[in-house]
Structure formats: C-alpha cells, structure tokens
C-alpha cells in the first residue's frame, strides 16, 4: 500500500511571492502523482499530473511540480501567488489500481 | 467531459439516524465510482469502490454501505450513525480520468 505525506497543513505567502507546497510519496514502485486543488464550496479540480514522462511537470494557473524520485517527493510551487490561490491543495497517488491514496491536505492563504 | 452532482453539501444528523448520499455521473458510462471520506486532519481514505452496477468492493470495516443500482448512481447509506461517522464524503469517477463532486460535509451529533 502506498502513503501521500504532506508536510504542511496550513502554508500562508504574501500575494506576488512564490509558493512551496510539499508532499512525499511511499510506494516501491513509481506511481502515477496528482495535484489537486479545492476551493471552498468547489469540487477537486486537477491542477498537473505526473504519469512516468517528464519529471518537471506543468499545470494550469502557473503551478508547476517536480517529481524526484530519489527523494520520493513530488512538491508544488508557483512562482508569485495571487489571491485567488487560497484553497486546499491536495497530493494524490494511484497505484495500478486505479485506487487512489490522498495526502491531509495543505490549506493555502494569501496575504494582500 | 465528467460531471458530478452529490448533495447536499452540508448535512447535520443526530446520533442513531440513518444517511443516504446521492452521487449521480453524467457524460460517460460505466465508469469506476468511488466514495472517499476524509476525517478531521487526516487525507482522505477510500471506503468503497465499484466497476459496474451491483458490484461494490469495501475498503475498510465500517457502519456504511455503499449501493450502485444504476450506471451512474452511487448511494451511500448507513442504518444508524455514529458519532464517527462525521467527515467529508466525497464521491468520484474515473472513466477516464479522474472527476470529482463538490463533496458533502457531515457532522454528527
């Protein structure tokens, strides 16, 4: 069975400064990695995923994540945070299958 | 392209009641369905899946259940709740690709 660890429960940035949100994966073999985002009142939205090609992988609204396997961590950055990034961020596994393991959660606030 | 619909989004039910959520699928078929649950500070956990009508796989021993009795219908029940029943159920579809509803928050007390 494989475990998602996120490092942060809650990470607060000024708006225009960049963003790191961590997250660490358990798993004997390369699973296929998500990142997930969650506005209040909103279903899970998919920000990128890694699926085995490229290990920088990039997502939509300027987020991006790399996949390093020798630290078994797939972290999240976006280089300037604007207000509109405050949500739940979610780090995801799946396995071959089909089943998914889910991390906590990272809760993200932006200060103006 | 998936669509979700799963309400409500809040429910608030006294210990010993029963609970059905609805989660219906629109744009695909015969899709895998799953229903996950994330407890206070912890990820969410998969409780029960299913890759076709009257066919449900359960994660983990649990006061729930789960039921599919159409294509795209997945209903979670419970007889009686328990105060540990309380979390957010979230219900999702892969067919391909994952979609996700909205989600329901339910506290119990």
């Known amino acids: 069975a494989q475990s998602v660890t996120q490092l942060d429960s809650h990470v607060s940035v000024s708006e225009g400064t960049p963003v790191l949100l961590r997250c660490n994966y358990s798993?004997?073999?390369?699973?296929?990695l998500f990142w997930y985002v969650q506005h209040p009142n909103k279903g899970l939205q998919l920000l990128l995923k890694?699926?085995?090609?490229?290990?920088l992988v990039k997502g939509i609204n300027g987020f991006e994540a790399e996949f390093k396997k020798s630290e078994t961590s797939f972290h999240l950055t976006k280089p300037s945070a604007h207000m509109s990034d405050a949500a739940e961020y979610f780090c995801?596994?799946?396995?071959?299958?089909?089943?998914?393991?889910f991390g906590a959660g990272t809760t993200v606030t932006v200060r103006a | 392209s998936q669509t979700i619909h799963q309400w409500p989004a809040t429910l608030v039910q006294p210990v010993g009641s029963p609970l059905s959520l609805e989660c219906t699928v629109e744009?695909?078929?015969?899709?895998?369905l799953y229903w996950y649950r994330q407890a206070a500070g912890r990820g969410l956990q998969l409780l029960f899946y299913?890759?076709?009508?009257?066919?449900i796989s359960s994660e983990v021993p649990q006061n729930l259940s789960a039921s599919r009795p159409q294509d795209r219908q997945f209903i979670l029940s419970s007889k009686k709740l328990l105060l540990s029943d309380s979390g957010f159920y979230l219900c999702?579809?892969?067919?391909?690709?994952?979609?996700f509803g909205s989600g329901t928050r339910l506290t119990v007390v």
């Open positions: 995801v596994a799946s396995s071959g299958d089909y089943k998914l393991s």
């Open positions: 798993s004997s073999y390369s699973p296929s």
């Open positions: 890694y699926t085995s090609a490229a290990t």
């Open positions: 744009g695909t078929s015969n899709p895998n």
């Open positions: 299913s890759v076709g009508i009257g066919q």
């Open positions: 999702a579809s892969l067919a391909p690709g994952y979609t």
